[in-house]
């Protein structure tokens, strides 16, 4: 299996210009999760998807983040407007379940806001 | 609150040696304890799981140790290589919800 693919792996992007970034996970994979990750704060869940229905994005840290899973192999964060604090390490993961099941990690998209 | 601690924050050792990373936890009700190791530059991947009932685990070079009764864990690498210079992150599951509560990891650095 190639694992959770990501894209972009990289982008910098001017203040104010929206941002999607964008999520294949593994296919099978009924759960999948966008985490961020900074140096300040480490790896922080922003949201997960159960069978492509969000079930958590209480760690969505602004409206200007949203994010959707239209099918079972895509999902998508956009952040509109983008803010140069929101420069970080976007991670997708997936996992056939979460109790005591592997949770896979994508290679990340690294984000610079200027 | 759940939190999970790591300690030491960084440490440097000399290829061939060993070495033990320190992760305790107020995650309750716990669930699973994972090991991840994360490279420069890449995502993390997943070493070890343990559930409650687990006292050990090991994959490969790295073994991890589980007292639910104090919420510590351990990660001891043995014989370290070059290639397991990275940053070690403990990662604590709650039985509550599919939340997961990181670590801010270790960083090891191995030396030739």
């Known amino acids: 299996d190639a694992g959770v693919i990501q894209s972009p792996r990289h982008e910098v992007t001017e203040m104010g210009q929206e941002v999607t970034l964008r999520c294949k996970p593994i296919?099978?994979?009924?759960?999948l999760f966008w985490y961020r990750q900074t140096m300040m704060r480490g790896l922080e869940l922003l949201i997960y998807f159960n069978n492509n229905v969000p079930i958590d994005d209480s760690g969505m840290p602004e409206d200007r983040f949203s994010a959707k899973m239209p099918n079972a192999s895509f999902s998508t964060l956009k952040i509109q407007p983008s803010e140069p604090r929101d420069s970080a390490v976007y991670f997708c993961?997936?996992?056939?379940?979460?109790?005591?099941?592997?949770?896979?990690f994508g290679e990340g998209s690294w984000l610079t806001v200027v | 609150k759940n939190q999970v601690e790591q300690s030491p924050q960084s440490l440097i050792i000399l290829e061939g040696k060993n070495c033990t990373l320190q992760?305790?936890?107020?995650?309750?009700?716990?669930?699973?304890l994972r090991w991840y190791k994360q490279d420069t530059g890449r995502g993390p991947v997943s070493l070890t799981i343990m559930t409650f009932s687990e006292n050990t685990k090991s994959n490969g070079r790295y073994t991890a140790t589980l007292d639910a009764d104090t919420k510590q864990s351990s990660l001891h690498i043995t014989a370290s290589q070059l290639s397991d210079s990275a940053s070690y992150i403990c990662?604590?599951?709650?039985?509550?919800?599919?939340?997961?509560?990181f670590g801010a990891g270790t960083t090891v650095t191995v030396r030739a």
């Open positions: 296919s099978g994979h009924d759960y």
């Open positions: 990662v604590v599951s709650s039985s509550n919800d599919y939340k997961l509560s």
């Open positions: 993961a997936s996992s056939r379940l979460v109790a005591g099941n592997t949770i896979y």
């Open positions: 992760c305790n936890y107020t995650v309750s009700p716990f669930s699973n």
